[in-house]
């Protein structure tokens, strides 16, 4: 059984930076395409990025493009979101999952595992 660990959130003010992390407990094939999804209160969970573990292809949110940068580090299992100019908008609860395909990536109903979830809160 996959487990997935997230890590990093806190408080930041609006324009910096902050890094998530996710720990996969072992990698298997149906975990292979990872996502970081979030989640404001009264609004649906949505998609943030995504990665697969083998070719390392990002995806990315319209809302996140060149602000956030996904990436994955094989030897330690971890997958990470570093996110830049951080907004009013991003302020959620953060939660990293996992998949075997990363085809539709944004289909949140598709993941077989997902992370407790980090909160990001961004103060003006």
């Known amino acids: 059984q996959v487990q997935l660990v997230e890590s990093g959130g806190g408080t930041v003010q609006a324009g910096g930076s902050l890094r998530l992390s996710c720990a996969r407990s072992?990698?298997?094939?149906?975990?292979?395409?990872m996502a970081w999804f979030r989640q404001a209160p009264g609004k649906e969970r949505e998609g943030v990025a995504a990665?697969?573990?083998?070719?390392?292809?990002?995806y990315y949110a319209d809302s996140v493009e060149g602000r956030f940068t996904i990436s994955r580090d094989n030897a330690k299992n971890t997958m990470y979101l570093q996110m830049n100019s951080l907004k009013s908008e991003d302020p959620a609860i953060y939660f990293c999952?996992?998949?075997?395909?990363?085809?539709?990536?944004?289909?949140?109903?598709?993941?077989?595992?997902w992370g407790q979830g980090t909160q990001v809160t961004v103060s003006s």
């Open positions: 990665i697969g573990n083998i070719s390392g292809t990002a």
């Open positions: 999952a996992a998949r075997q395909f990363c085809m539709n990536w944004e289909r949140r109903n598709d993941y077989s595992y």
């Open positions: 072992t990698y298997t094939t149906t975990s292979n395409c």
